[in-house]
């Protein structure tokens, strides 16, 4: 194994920063664990000025991605770009050059998901994305290690944290939808701009990566039938609460008797015994049958800077093991 472990980190947005700090608070941990040095030691981003809280190295920056994949010091690059491009290309350049790649981009997943796998394969890489999908719950690496005996029937999730948050607070405090958005808006609960998480394309992306990896099925998330909470009004909430329910935006897939794998993503009315249904807030949860373990629940942050830190970082320590 390297002594020395060396990052390139893409993007120093919320998820980046906190990915930056949390390694900075855990590094000893993490360095003991590893018996080798793990840092980050080139970042490309733009705004280097911005205060994030944190003592950053100004000779880090760069503006020029070529930098990092001709850099030879560097094993792991980490993508916190969000969005599909210029993302995409990055992590294909990167790999190409030989380069690890640990990316939370659910987006660029589930649009490249073949050309993504296919160019790690090719390029004899590694390609870890656990953070892309239920932030910090570790599912991914559940799903294709631990569970690799199971063959699944059904998936049924809760996999956006900014509209469960909505959807927990219209129901618990009997506010209308606008009003939430706002007031978690104000609290750095939903984006600027919500349009990907309320109208769940969010949670698309995230059931089309699943699908690749429950159900061995490739689903292009333009292709799963969508809808988002837009729609949902005070009276819906009152009328699913006065019948036992609550309403979750829940990503669903299942396997009917004919074999086929039907998808879709839509609010959805639980029964309040549901163990879904007290998956509260920000909090997501994956609900899974296999053919062996029956039936399985994760739960956990779905999204934030720290919970989602957690796993870029899982997935940086199992590949730096590798190397
Ligand atoms: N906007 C996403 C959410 C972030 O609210 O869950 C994590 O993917």
Do not use: C, H, R, Y
């Given at each position: 194994m390297k002594k020395q472990i060396n990052i390139g980190l893409?993007?120093?947005?919320?998820?980046?920063?906190?990915?930056?700090?949390a390694l900075r608070l855990n590094r000893a941990h993490i360095e003991k664990q590893l018996g080798a040095g793990l840092g980050i030691t080139r970042i490309l981003e733009k705004d280097t000025t911005r205060d994030r809280g944190i003592d950053i190295d100004p000779a880090l920056f760069t503006q020029d991605p070529d930098a990092?994949?001709?850099?030879?010091?560097?094993?792991?690059?980490?993508?916190?770009?969000?969005?599909?491009?210029?993302?995409?290309?990055?992590?294909?350049?990167?790999?190409?050059a030989g380069k690890h790649v640990v990316t939370a981009n659910k987006a660029a997943l589930a649009e490249n998901f073949e050309l993504l796998t296919d160019t790690a394969a090719k390029n004899k890489v590694k390609l870890r994305y656990e953070a892309s999908v239920g932030g910090g719950i570790p599912l991914?690496?559940?799903?294709?290690?631990s569970l690799n005996a199971n063959v699944f029937s059904e998936l049924l999730g809760i996999l956006n944290g900014t509209t469960n948050y909505i959807l927990s607070k219209m129901s618990d405090e009997g506010l209308a939808y606008d009003d939430v958005l706002k007031d978690a808006q104000a609290k750095g609960f939903a984006e600027a701009d919500p349009t990907a998480d309320v109208e769940g394309h969010d949670v698309a992306n995230k059931l089309s990566i699943l699908m690749s990896l429950v159900f061995g099925k490739r689903v292009r998330p333009e292709d799963i039938p969508t809808t988002g909470i837009t729609a949902i009004t005070k009276d819906d909430i009152a009328d699913a609460d006065s019948q036992g329910c609550v309403i979750k935006l829940l990503a669903s897939a299942y396997r009917t008797p004919d074999g086929e794998i039907n998808c879709f993503v839509q609010p959805t009315w639980l029964n309040k015994t549901h163990p879904l249904a007290g998956v509260r807030n920000e909090f997501n949860a994956l609900f899974l049958k296999g053919s062996a373990v029956d039936d399985l629940m994760f739960y956990g942050k779905g999204?934030?800077?720290?919970?989602?830190a957690s796993a870029v970082l899982g997935d940086v320590i199992a590949i730096s093991r590798t190397i």
């Open positions: 893409l993007g120093l947005g919320n998820i980046g920063t906190g990915t930056f700090k990092i994949w001709n850099d030879p010091d560097i094993d792991i690059v980490i993508e916190l770009l969000g969005g599909v491009e210029p993302a995409t290309t990055f992590m294909v350049s990167a790999m190409k991914i690496g559940a799903i294709t290690e999204a934030g800077p720290f919970p989602t």
